[in-house]
């Protein structure tokens, strides 16, 4: 032992939450009950997007990626038997933040606690959900009012909970470098707390408060040094940017605080056993530095790229939390990198290069305008494409992927069917007639009246939460809330980003990209085409686009013609466009696991139209035995994390084109 008392480790905890309210709390009982010391809740992205189960978009989606709730007696049911007022509860909830944070305060006040005394997160960064994970909903302007009124409430009314996440983790799986992580992150919690400056609703002399709860979730991906420096980076400028722009004298206001996941999107489909020792190295990345060390550790499991992981691989995840902080001497000793001049210089880089992007943005006119330019989202996109080609071109390694591919039987996936959790179909039928029930059942006056009171206040001037909370009270739905602020803000359509990325992979003579555009030129000839057309889809409410905007980019720069809307699409919408493009092909992107439903009704909808015989491809996370059902039911082909190479698949692309119009194969490799 040193001899000094040893640190309180960090809060542990696992992201967690499927198909019911009931289901969850079970699961978070068991979890608290292996020594887990806070929840993090996982949503469905119907609560996410702000749709009722029963929604259009909704199908094929509730339950999928995390818990329904779509009114107080979910919430209720939710956090039964757990006491709220000793909980630490992260929600991992953005556009309808406002709304779940109503539904938790009801609940805690109906089991009696002290709304003062509760503690947790809403992540509510709406800027990023424009830029990589897709669940926003109203345009940025009402967006961050809706973040502004929610940041004053709590200060005055639950002063312990961290209104806020600014969160750059999905920008790193959107493609992001470590410098434009923590400038877009920065720029962001500039944006809004000149907001909450601005609005008026905190006096001069709490402004403190304001900035001692805004709270960060970073990723940690396995890059260890560039990482624990970039969490040092962070620190360093955040310190720097509430002193000299908010005039904050209190060190211990202006501390980065900083909750973490690391990297998902990483891990790998092929040998997922690696992605143990992955997990393992990002974890330490934001534990070994005191200095700039996690306040809260969530770790996805080993199996996240084949589906949805069991409560046994969460324990799995939970225990190497565990064995660090009990079993190690870690928390025994001072910062261990104090003095290192290698650290150092790298922090100091992060840190000039990333407060030269904070300027151009500012000159801009800040996170929200670079949004709507659309030149955060082109950034973005262009970063994630070099990756991707750096990856392909071996630069960029990957074990069991690009190098050392070879491997033994994994006993851990001899029953693939068996490694990961399922959701029963029949769940979401359930949702929606306990919906039916709880709408035929509450006051429905009284929902009427807050929800016109709702209205009133986002058509006006005064804070939100208020209404807010009385629609919780007063029964009104997740879906109810949402429209009702829709007929005000409107909805929103984020940039894309996909038609202003540059050529991230050259096609000079004899390279991979050279040749598939010799068989796209060749099969357009030979379909008398001027160009080949495909059409990239993501049908349902997942909005993770980067796959997507990926194999846009790519088919593009291969010489495709290419139809992509963005997010959040109808099967229908989809059929729509792609009769009306008379495309070549239709390809769809899902990860949230409603391929099941949602890629049939697509090839259904084609068969009557008249276009059936129009490929349909289908990419994401999808285990194999739904890969066949897929296949049996007229998909051409499926494509997993497993097929990193892009050309590749755009050639493949090309072949199942030729085949759907009986044209004889070509002899260009690709």
């Not at 997160?121 to 009124?149: A, C, M, W």
């Not at 959107?174 to 609703?201: K, N, W």
Request: proline share 5%.
């Amino acid at each position: 032992m040193s001899g000094r008392q040893k640190d309180r480790p960090w809060l542990m905890r696992t992201y967690a939450g499927h198909s019911t309210a009931e289901a969850s709390n079970e699961l978070y009982r068991r979890n608290l009950a292996k020594g887990q010391t806070g929840l993090s809740v996982a949503f469905d992205l119907p609560t996410q997007t702000g749709y009722d189960p029963d929604h259009i978009l909704a199908r094929g989606e509730v339950g999928r990626v995390g818990v329904p709730v779509s009114h107080l007696g979910d919430m209720r049911r939710l956090f039964q038997d757990i006491p709220l007022e000793q909980m630490n509860t992260s929600m991992t909830i953005n556009a309808t933040a406002m709304w779940l944070l109503a539904l938790y305060q009801v609940v805690a006040e109906e089991q009696g606690a002290d709304p003062g005394k509760l503690q947790g997160t809403t992540q509510n960064d709406i800027v990023k959900e424009y830029l990589s994970r897709g669940t926003h909903v109203f345009p940025p302007g009402p967006s961050l009012r809706l973040t502004t009124d929610m940041i004053t409430y709590t200060v005055n009314r639950i002063p312990k909970w961290n209104p806020i996440n600014i969160c750059s983790y999905h920008l790193q799986e959107a493609g992001a470098t470590p410098v434009q992580e923590i400038a877009y992150a920065m720029s962001t919690a500039i944006a809004v707390l000149d907001a909450v400056r601005d609005s008026g609703q905190v006096p001069e002399e709490k402004f403190g408060d304001v900035v001692a709860r805004i709270s960060f979730f970073v990723n940690a991906g396995v890059r260890f040094i560039e990482e624990m420096c970039k969490m040092r980076a962070f620190g360093r400028i955040w310190d720097r940017v509430t002193r000299e722009r908010y005039g904050i004298t209190d060190a211990k206001q202006r501390r980065f605080r900083y909750g973490v996941q690391v990297n998902s999107l990483g891990l790998t489909e092929a040998q997922p056993e690696n992605n143990v020792q992955r997990i393992v190295l990002e974890m330490l990345a934001v534990t070994l530095s005191k200095d700039a060390r996690a306040r809260a550790v969530q770790l996805p499991a080993w199996n996240e790229a084949l589906g949805l992981p069991r409560p046994w691989d969460q324990q799995w995840s939970l225990r190497i939390q565990q064995v660090l902080a009990h079993e190690s001497d870690l928390l025994e000793y001072e910062d261990i990198f104090a003095g290192s001049h290698v650290i150092e210089a790298k922090v100091d880089e992060l840190v000039t290069d990333s407060l030269a992007e904070m300027d151009r943005i500012e000159q801009m006119g800040g996170a929200m305008a670079a949004v709507e330019s659309g030149y955060l989202k082109s950034e973005l996109v262009s970063s994630h494409a070099a990756r991707r080609a750096r990856i392909e071109g071996g630069e960029e390694k990957i074990v069991g992927v690009n190098i050392y591919g070879t491997t033994e039987p994994n006993p851990l996936t001899a029953d693939l069917d068996g490694a990961i959790m399922t959701v029963d179909p029949a769940n979401e039928a359930k949702v929606v007639a306990a919906l039916h029930e709880w709408r035929d059942n509450r006051d429905e006056p009284r929902a009427t009246e807050a929800l016109a009171a709702l209205k009133k206040a986002a058509a006006g001037t005064e804070n939100m939460m208020e209404a807010t909370v009385e629609c919780a009270r007063a029964g009104v739905t997740t879906g109810e809330w949402s429209w009702a602020l829709r007929d005000v803000f409107g909805e929103f359509r984020a940039p894309t980003g996909v038609s202003s990325a540059p050529v991230a992979v050259t096609a000079e003579a004899g390279t991979p990209l050279a040749l598939v555009r010799e068989k796209v030129a060749r099969t357009a000839e030979d379909l008398g085409a001027g160009r080949l057309r495909l059409l990239v889809g993501k049908p349902g409410l997942d909005g993770h686009s980067n796959g997507a905007e990926q194999i846009a980019v790519r088919a593009r720069d291969a010489g495709f013609e290419v139809v992509y809307q963005g997010i959040r699409l109808t099967p229908e919408q989809i059929v729509s466009a792609a009769v009306a493009e008379d495309v070549h092909c239709v390809g769809l992107s899902i990860l949230s696991g409603s391929h099941a439903e949602l890629v049939p009704d697509v090839l259904n909808r084609l068969r009557r139209t008249g276009a059936g015989d129009i490929p349909v491809i289908a990419g994401g996370i999808i285990p194999p035995a739904d890969a066949e059902a897929l296949i049996t039911a007229g998909v051409a082909a499926v494509f997993t994390p497993k097929d990193f190479g892009i050309t590749e698949i755009i050639g493949r692309i090309v072949d199942e084109i030729r085949k759907a119009n009986k044209l004889d194969p070509l002899e260009v490799p690709a």
